[in-house]
């Protein structure tokens, strides 16, 4: 196995990703991660274990029973919940998958509340942070910054697990395991993901989410990928050309409602118009065509799903909200059961969960 | 029993408060409520089975092996608080009602850390938060929100109760539940509540403290109620007329001194000058007779106690604070001894710590 | 042994700080500290006993049996921590040792958030949180506030303990206990603390750690104390009068080389520019020589450490941040095990975590 300790920061951050990946497993975890940087790290054999874990966890969860025992598994440590960049609903899906599994958590919340006022580096905060807990979850502005502390603390005399709760346009990998969790659950009793078609829609230019789904779904057999987006937003040329060398059939189309009738699952994005360059940028384009209403509804094959990785402002209607297809609230849920999973396979539990009598 | 999910949204939102309570109360509980979100919903039953839960619990937490009991009881769910008003003290009071329980909580205290600068709907949030909670204690400054996300949850595929700590000008239940404790528990070994007389002092105009304390002492026999305010700050008129159609024995005064003289309660209250409609008109009204000091204090009878929800500026002299019959710092903790047997009650647990060996 | 109950406010705010020590004491405890105000408080003995007690949790911690027998010690309190004056690194630490502990906690950390705004006053606030929990760790610029509550609580019906967690300029007792608790350790196996030799450098004039941690090493025998700084910045006059008083060896230098050379410990501290009067004084001093690089690692000893009660800016250069003798990350984290050992001892558990089977 590829060591941290035996790269120098340098030589791995010029790394490739996937040559990334294997200095990041769990020393003897097979194949599972330990720092959880990108969504590169993941591949159909780790995806599935973790999705099988997700799944476990979850009905171990349903009795108090079950409930307590796994919140033993975990009790002995604490986690930090270093979020320089705010989001309540990442915050609060980490806090409650700690928490399922019995850890204790402290947290930043707000860059304003820390000591960075008095001029500490990150990389100081974060080496302050490693002193009183087993674990940090991160999420920063600030891109690369998660790997470099990984790389840090694996070459401290206090080398803890990473785990990037979303750096910058970047990388948040975390999301993108909820996403096939989403994916592999809806599909399970019906024959499995291989050979759906996956529809994008809405911001696909600058949403990470896209990036890292759009990724994650080569490693299953024969999905088919649509991107569905006003010119303007449309999927970069280099997730396009991932898919093209990988030879996945995918679609770049304006037509939401002739996409919506050929998939098996249609995931809306919202217009990111935080990242616009000039305020306003976004509201010049003219989004009307979409977004996910009672017609699209009406198309949509009774099998098939609604995903959106929320928060969402009116790319799905309302309407949609009781629908059983609507799957954005599920996948909310499903967030807090495959990051507990991640987080236990990351302190090397798979094995005893899976095996355990509840 | 009657159902939300029998019930349009709008069906409900205009039901009378008395013809909203049944459904909202807890499935084979027998009046005790499920979600909580108006003081209207107590009765003189289900309060004295909350006072008793509370004394209950008060009494087991004396005891380490007590205290790990209760600890127990929900140690397998989790609470989120979402106050988008801060409140520190009613925070605080209801997080250490749930650590009492044994549940774990995630909270948003601030409506600026939340995702809710991208754009999104509070009924978003609030169903997000419920992917990953089994309970919402919510504090919002949008009037009937608490209501609404009540039938929401109860008409989706995850139903969680909701517990009101607070909407606006509006309803505040556990407060009036823990003022009914503190006067139930003050007289407790003194004749009861019944008969007794009750002032309130201050701003009765706009605090939602009186109307619902005011409201669920009808519930008790023969309460007579003095309401000493400014001209410009007295008990509203809804107020007065609940009273008066119920045949409830009150006065409006503006002299303190001589409701203190006859009153087993002084309830005193802050000018709340937050609600002004122009900045400092609060400031023109004097209220310099409506202050509880040392001459007040000389007038109260032995048995009489002076209450306040708190904060308190210089509505209550701090002379008065070591005395024995400032019954205002416990009434604070009163508040979280009511709020956890409220919590317990709602997820059921009433007859088991009501019967458990502690 | 002397009552804060048996003695007025007034009386006990003019005594010297050596003459309030028995008043702080916890009842039985043989000199431990109750409530913890000021590192007067400590003497040899009691630090000798913390230290020993943080070893033990320390090695205790390490099997997850050991840490589970920890986490029950005080799984039936719950402290407040009360940060008015924001910090995210003494937040944590004391968080975290509380969770070791297995205290469940609540938490200002941030004076907006409070309902100070409704015109409550510090007192007040600091009762009602007196209400729900069972232990205060409080951190105000305000000084003589953790002192006048520890006054005041001990004086209510709810007596509870107040850790003071850094008042203003002045006081910030546990900083200066971990700091022992860190020279104790690295010297534990070499001899033991006693005839060492200890520098200061950098902002001696505003560091309360540095204040503090001279005066406590005044309690072994013949530790040699120099003050490195510019002379803007040297070591206030009352610091200097202490050790004149009590006899020991000083020096006041500003030549950080030679200090290095025979020092076993080189405390390093920070510009504490926040402190300054006009905007920008701080920067106006010239400080190149006082920060720690190349090469004055090459000049210290084999045996020496280098400490810093962080957050740094560019004191101690990183290039020193690998080097085995940087021991300011283990500072940090012995700050953790120092402070869960005094919160054990201020709930009498010393001895039954002394004496336990693990």
């Known amino acids: 196995m590829a060591k941290l300790t035996e790269i120098s920061w340098e030589a791995f951050e010029s790394l490739p990703l996937e040559e990334k990946k ?33 799944n476990r966890i979850r009905f171990i969860n349903k009795s108090k029973e079950g409930a307590l025992y796994l919140k033993n598994v975990l009790s002995h440590k604490r986690a930090m ?12 899906s980490h806090l ?26 990150h990389e100081d905060s974060i080496r302050t942070f ?7 979850i991160m999420r920063s502005p600030e891109r690369g910054l998660a790997e470099k ?11 803890i697990p990473i785990l990037n709760a979303g750096s910058g346009k970047d990388q948040h990998p975390t999301q993108a395991l909820l996403d096939i969790y989403t994916l592999v659950r809806s599909f ?16 696909l230019m600058r949403g990470r989410t896209v990036r890292s789904l759009s990724y994650l779904l080569t490693n299953f057999k024969n999905v088919r990928q649509i991107f569905v987006a006003p010119q303007e937003l449309q999927v970069p040329a280099d997730v396009v050309m991932i898919l093209a060398k990988k030879g996945i059939d995918f ?30 940028d976004s509201s010049k384009i003219d989004t009307s ?17 609604i995903m959106h990785p929320l928060p969402r402002r009116d790319e799905i209607s309302t309407c949609c909200d009781h629908d059983p297809r609507a799957m954005y609230w599920r996948q909310m849920r499903n967030g807090m059961w495959i990051r507990a999973a991640l987080i236990a396979a990351t302190f090397g539990f798979e094995s005893s969960i899976m095996n355990c009598g509840y």
């Open 149 to 159: 502390m990984a790389w840090e603390l694996s070459n401290s005399e206090r080398p």
């Open 130 to 136: 490693s002193s009183y807990f087993d674990m940090i």
């Open 96 to 121: 409650a998958a700690c928490q399922i599994l019995g850890m204790t958590t402290g947290s930043v919340r707000d860059a304003a509340t820390s000591s960075e006022f008095k001029g500490e580096s």
């Open 188 to 203: 399970e009793n019906k024959g499995g993901l291989d050979g759906r078609t996956v529809t994008f829609c809405g911001d």
């Open 81 to 92: 919940l270093y979020f320089s960049q705010p989001s309540s609903r990442t915050f609060l």
């Open 251 to 280: 679609e770049v189309s304006d037509n939401l409602k002739e996409a919506t009738r050929v998939s098996d699952a249609v995931y809306m994005t919202r217009i990111q118009d935080e990242w616009d360059s000039a305020k306003g």
């Open 22 to 54: 294997p200095y990041l497993e769990l020393p003897g975890g097979d194949g599972m991660p330990y720092h959880t940087l990108f969504a590169q790290q993941f591949d159909r054999a780790n995806l599935e274990r973790l999705c099988a874990l997700a």
């Open 289 to 305: 065509n979409f977004k996910f209403g009672p017609e699209e509804l009406a198309l949509l094959g009774p099998d098939a799903i």
